[in-house]
């Protein structure tokens, strides 16, 4: 075997098996918060610029 064919058999391992690969992990990312068991932690995640933290001060960061 010689450099082109390692460099073809490479290819179309990324051509076939790479491109399952990214659709898997991208629906395990896109459907991971939509899985039942997340509603609080979505809520919280979209809340949590809202909470005031008490060691700022007052609005004007004093």
């Known amino acids: 075997m010689n450099g082109l064919s ?3 058999a490479m290819r179309h ?3 076939s098996w ?3 690969a ?3 992990v991208f629906v395990v990312l896109v ?12 809520e ?3 809340n949590m610029i ?5 060691d700022w001060g007052d609005d004007n960061g004093q």
């Open 6 to 8: 390692t460099y073809e």
């Open 44 to 46: 919280t995640a979209a």
């Open 31 to 42: 459907g991971w918060p939509l899985r039942p068991g997340a509603k609080a932690d979505n």
């Open 18 to 20: 790479g491109l399952a």
């Open 50 to 54: 809202f909470r005031e933290d008490q």
């Open 22 to 24: 990214m659709v898997g």
């Open 13 to 15: 391992f990324a051509d």
